[in-house]
């Protein structure tokens, strides 16, 4: 295998790892704050849409990212409303988002066009920072900082004790004067941000167009790799790597001549699923989840 | 202080039900209207597409009858406290199993019967390894089931292309033999006796739930799993039971779509007959209050929606998919647990404004 | 007398710090009584003010809402003579009312220090650990408190977990400080060493509201005593002016009954052994040898013991639920070591669970269902699998009737709506049906009323004479020693001793709860 192969094969990963990981990061916030939010599939789909709409309206690469943040954030409030002050039910709201997200999306491809499919234009599509071995997009050093704030801001800051607090026992946290419903409200908004901005980047960074099937499963993948951390967002990081790494190995064993013809198609792109489901059963039970994670808080 | 009866009590998820109808159709409308189309023309063609002609009733019932199935499956699961997503990879295994007795060239009637079986045993062999890894592992279902989704997606697509291939056209697969199709109960409409199938279904698992005490089980380690396990009643079985018993109701419709589907009755590439039925599944288990008849309901509601979302394509042009954002906000209404009463003190606030 | 508190404003000795009067409290649903009932309460600086009553009193609803975890529905609250409705714990706390919890409310996964910084009002991106840890240290040196800082929660006993408790109130520096049953899981030594603590923050000019159902204590730590019974005053007074039986009968009502008399146990076989059984969770006990217990038919074993120290895991073992970490369990001569739960039902074995809405029934189930929740499997009532609602029915029916529960009707009422007491008698019904030879009873009479309390000891009795033996855990070492043949008293997973029942030593058997290893003598 030659070094370009190598390369191509780094970089893939390292696109690949993107969405993934950001998604990720924004639920072990939420995770960490009592919430399971099952709905990340939806959200990325939506911030997907909103960002190529974005970027559209705009001519700007930066404002579509915004967009898919605001819109992120809006579903978040929805789902962290719902989960909270409305006791709703954490799992059913989550299957509705997906589906809310699938409807509408699907909706406003029918609407703009083509149905299923949306380009978005070059020029406004994130520019890639060259670097002689390949093109590296922006967004691969912003998820790593970002890992390493979220990271910062769980274990060394008071609010991140106040998150897993409210995570692990509400009922002492409501005890010691922290309005847990708030807390948990945030956390949803802030995961929601980050799934939206990784949706934005599926569809004006990545692909470079919007479809029905952009995400793929991918909200779920995010979900397992929350498993696979262990709630840190630096082994968030890492599970987004190897998930990436396979994902772009997908790719490119698809692609390359001779190995194409032996291995199946199909079975390449399965690799990434079954290798959710071998690190998932693997790593839980040497894992630790906050006691009060996908239950709401009731006071009396 | 007396309870009230039992009719009242199942009124409430009735009417919750009903409301979150009426908010998503609500909704959906102001939609509509933010795009330009006339909702109002356009639930009247929704409305007449779907229950407007015997032939429509016919569609919306093959609509709703593999809906009944998947919704089933996840309705079980929800009683037993489990979340099976998985409907959706279950059913894929049990049409291309249900395709592949086809091979043996069995004569009639064991071409079906063995057909039906064989769906069924494809869809438990698909959600055994959920089961089994949410025992052993204590993997949780929901993201075990949707990667058994993705990878019964792609695994289909490699049977479909290189293994049951229909000779002649490369894009589907065989066709299952004609003495083995579900008979057409109406002429011209894509209805099969799969309808009858699903109705039983609906009966046996009603009957499981409430009248035996495998069922007894399953709703007790549903709603209290210590209470379950110190009354004696084994965890571990009724996880088994529940997903087997699942994935055996989603594989048979499967079967019941590629049996009773002219006029191809086989598995085309892209799987556009079986796409989605798994989800829509859950959607309409949840607006049934996973209920088995709350369910049949439901699922006509769901079915009709799908016939006259098309017709309403066509007039005044509204995109079929907007029905299914409106079952999106149905499912996000039903989420919250309190609609009824929120909704009567938004009506109290607002009548105290003026 | 001026005294100075930790940093705040001088405070007389004497003055009323917290005042509530014409309180009340009422549920809505389904509740006979009002929780609280037009009380009036106050505390005053220097002083340890009791609250005594039975479980079920009220105390705790006083107490939380007090503090600002409730809400009260009547009546007024004044903090040195100023009106307040608090409508948060931290509105109690800025007032300088602080709550200690029976329950710890502590994160297990943080340490000592982390704990202290959930409560804490500190700007959002900041991370004082370092000074909370600092004052931690100085506030153990005032007061006596031994915990360290940087140690986990989850790793640190339950005296060492109450003590953090009381730290984190601390730091709030409270001028009055609300303890619910505070040593409901200390050993005495570890709870005389909680009175000296309370004693100086008394001294310093706090005002301590101490809650509590134990009669010993009362006269331990306090001040002045406040007697509650279902959530009305029946008086207070000052501690030097009373005395132990005239508390007892404003608390309880009736005086409690002696050792009742039975016939000798007329048995020699063995219903339950266990044989150097090492339970699942007391691994790290330190008890090698396990535990070794014998209870022969026809006798009723109690299990005395300050909850926390085995007994939970203990019943675990001995009904299936949790397979044991080492030695045997032997029921009725049949090796049920590590079997499951429906095993040990099968084999005979009963079991009235502690915690009856969580474990003892499934609440959203129907009464009818709850009453067949053991036996639904047999016939009478199925048949095949198929479930026969008619047999099923009449035989709710009876044990409804027989054990007097109140229940609208049999497949319309969700259990879940009952009162816990109801809930018991249901229990019981189902446990005791089929008189079966052995039966677990864990804290059986606890919240019922007199006469429930009255009719289950006669019901023990009765089965005890038809040969069945019982396993009587209880705190209530009255009840204990009303009702056993022999008793055993628990201590750090280990049995302390066991002596008769009849004319047991108090004292003895108090030594043993604590951990004293004196023999009987």
């Keep these: ?300 | 202080m007396s309870s009230p009866s039992s009719w009242i009590r199942n009124l409430t998820p009735i009417t919750e039900s009903l409301l979150a109808g009426v908010v998503g159709l609500v909704i959906g409308a102001f939609i509509m209207l933010a795009f330009g189309y006339n909702p109002l023309a356009a639930y009247r063609s929704l409305f007449v597409g779907s229950v407007g002609s015997v032939y429509s009733w016919a569609e919306l019932f093959a609509n709703a009858t593999p809906l009944i199935l998947t919704a089933l499956t996840f309705a079980i699961a929800m009683r037993g406290g489990l979340f099976n997503i998985g409907a959706e990879g279950q059913l894929y295994m049990g049409a291309l199993a249900a395709v592949s007795v086809s091979l043996l060239h069995l004569p009639a009637p064991f071409n079906w019967i063995v057909a039906i079986l064989a769906a069924m045993v494809a869809g438990m062999i698909w959600s055994l390894p959920v089961a089994l890894l949410k025992l052993g592992r204590g993997v949780h279902e929901v993201i075990s089931t949707i990667m058994f989704n993705w990878i019964a997606h792609f695994f289909a697509f490699y049977l479909i292309a290189n293994v049951l291939t229909d000779p002649q056209r490369g894009e589907r697969t065989i066709a299952v033999s004609e003495s083995a199709r579900l008979t057409r109960v109406f002429p011209d409409a894509t209805l099969s006796s799969g309808l009858f199938i699903s109705l039983v279904t609906v009966g046996v698992i009603f009957f499981l739930l409430w009248r035996t005490s495998t069922g007894f089980e399953i709703r007790s380690v549903g709603y209290n799993p210590h209470a379950s396990h110190y009354a004696g009643i084994s965890i571990r079985k009724q996880v088994l039971r529940v997903f087997l018993i699942g994935g055996a109701i989603a594989g048979l419709a499967g079967a019941i779509v590629v049996m009773g589907r002219p006029p191809y009755y086989a598995v085309l590439s892209g799987l556009p007959q079986l796409v989605n039925l798994g989800f829509d599944g859950i959607g309409v288990a949840m607006i049934g209050r996973n209920h088995p008849i709350g369910i049949v309901f439901a699922a006509i509601f769901f079915g009709g929606l799908m016939t006259g979302g098309r017709i309403m394509q066509f007039d005044p042009g509204v995109p079929f998919e907007l029905v299914r954002v409106i079952q999106g906000i149905i499912i996000l209404a039903l989420a919250i647990p309190e609609l009824r009463r929120l909704f009567f003190l938004a009506r109290e606030r607002l009548a105290g404004r003026k | 007398m001026k005294t100075r508190s930790d940093s705040g404003p001088v405070l007389d000795k004497g003055d009323v710090l917290l005042e509530a009067r014409g309180l009340s409290k009422g549920f809505p649903g389904v509740w006979e009584h009002l929780i609280l009932d037009q009380l009036d309460f106050d505390v005053r600086s220097g002083e340890v003010h009791t609250l005594l009553g039975e479980n079920g009193a009220g105390k705790t609803v006083i107490a939380n809402i007090l503090s600002g975890y409730y809400e009260k529905t009547e009546g007024e609250i004044r903090v040195k003579g100023k009106l307040v409705h608090f409508r948060s714990p931290r509105e109690g706390l800025a007032h300088g009312i602080a709550m200690v919890h029976q329950e710890l409310m502590l994160v297990p996964a943080f340490t000592v220090a982390e704990n202290i910084m959930v409560g804490l009002d500190a700007p959002l991106f900041s991370y004082g650990i370092a000074g909370v840890e600092k004052r931690i240290q100085r506030l153990v040196e005032r007061y006596g408190l031994q915990v360290d800082p940087k140690a986990r929660v989850e790793d640190l006993s339950a005296g060492q977990q109450q003590r953090v408790e009381i730290l984190k109130v601390l730091f709030h520096e409270p001028e009055v400080l609300l303890l619910d049953e505070p040593t409901s899981l200390l050993t005495p030594s570890e709870a005389d060493q909680l009175f000296v603590v309370l004693r100086a923050m008394a001294d310093d000019g706090k005002g301590i509201v101490f809650i509590s159902h134990k009669m010993r204590e009362v006269f331990a730590v306090s001040d002045r005593v406040t007697v509650l019974k279902l959530g009305k005053t029946q008086g207070t007074c000052q501690i030097a002016e009373t005395n132990e039986d005239e508390l007892t009968r404003r608390t309880f009502g009736e005086t409690v009954p002696d050792y009742m008399e039975r016939p000798e146990v007329a048995h020699e076989e063995l219903a339950l052994n266990t044989i150097e059984m090492v339970p699942s969770g007391l691994e790290k006990k330190p008890n090698s040898q396990g535990i070794s217990l014998k209870i022969r038919c026809g006798e009723i074993m109690g299990l005395a013991g300050v909850s926390g120290n085995g007994q939970t895991e203990l019943i675990e073992a001995v009904t299936g639920l949790v397979p044991p970490a080492s030695g045997e369990v032997w029921i009725l001569n049949a090796d049920m070591t590590g079997r499951t739960p429906k095993e040990f039902i099968e084999r005979g074995v009963a079991h009235i669970p502690e915690r009856r809405r969580e474990i003892g029934i499934v609440e959203q189930m129907y009464v009818a269902e709850n009453v067949v929740l053991k036996d639904y499997r047999k016939t009478p009532f199925s048949k095949n699998t198929v479930l026969r609602h008619q047999q099923i029915s009449s035989h709710a029916e009876k044990i409804v009737e027989k054990f007097n529960a109140l229940v609208p009707d049999l497949w319309q009422t969700e259990c879940r709506i009952l009162s816990g007491g109801n809930i018991q008698r249901l229990i019981l019904g189902r446990e005791t049906w089929r008189k079966p030879p052995v039966i677990i009873a864990s804290h059986p009479t606890e919240g019922l009323d007199a006469k429930a309390i009255r009719h289950t000891w006669e019901l023990f009795l009765a089965l005890r004479a038809e040969g069945s033996a019982v396993l009587l855990v209880s705190e209530d070492l009255d009840e204990i020693m009303s009702l056993s043949d022999r008793i055993a008293v628990m201590f750090e997973g280990k049995i302390m001793g066991i002596v008769d029942g009849k004319g047991a030593d108090r004292e003895i058997l108090g030594h043993w709860m604590a951990g004293g290893t004196a023999s009987a003598a």
């Design chain 1, 1 to 300: 295998m030659e070094l370009t192969h190598l390369w191509g094969i780094l970089f893939i990963s390292l696109h690949a790892m993107v969405p993934i990981t950001l998604a990720a990061i924004g639920e072990t916030i939420e995770e960490s704050a009592g919430l399971f939010n099952i709905g990340l599939e939806g959200i990325l789909l939506f911030g997907a849409l909103a960002g190529a709409l974005g970027a559209q309206a705009s001519g700007s690469a930066l404002v579509g990212l915004l967009t898919g943040m605001g819109v992120g954030a809006l579903i978040g409030l929805v789902f962290g409303t719902i989960s909270t002050s409305l006791r709703g039910s954490q799992l059913i709201s989550g299957v509705g988002i997906n589906l809310l997200a699938l409807g509408f999306v699907a909706l406003m491809l029918s609407v703009m066009g083509a149905p299923g499919f949306h380009s978005v234009a070059r020029e406004v599509q994130v520019p890639l920072i060259p670097l002689g071995v390949g093109n590296l997009s922006p967004l691969v050093p912003i998820t790593v900082a970002i890992a390493i704030g979220v990271w910062w801001l769980l274990r060394r800051t008071q609010l991140g004790i106040w998150i897993r607090a409210v995570g692990e026992n509400p009922a002492a946290a409501d005890v010691a004067g922290i309005r847990v419903n708030r807390v948990r409200l945030g956390a949803a908004v802030a995961a929601g941000v980050l799934a939206g901005l990784a949706g934005a980047y599926l569809s004006i960074d990545w692909f470079g167009a919007v479809t029905k099937e952009i995400t793929a499963g991918r909200g779920f993948i995010a979900l397992a790799i929350v498993v696979f951390s262990g709630l840190n967002p630096l082994l968030a990081l890492l599970g987004g790597f190897i998930f990436g790494f396979f994902d772009g190995l997908a790719t490119w064993v698809a692609t390359y001549p001779g190995i194409k013809d032996i291995i199946p198609w199909q079975f390449v792109a399965m690799m990434p699923y079954v290798v959710t489901l071998a690190v998932v059963a693997g790593m839980i039970g040497r894992v630790r989840f906050p006691s009060a994670l996908g239950v709401p808080y009731l006071r009396e």
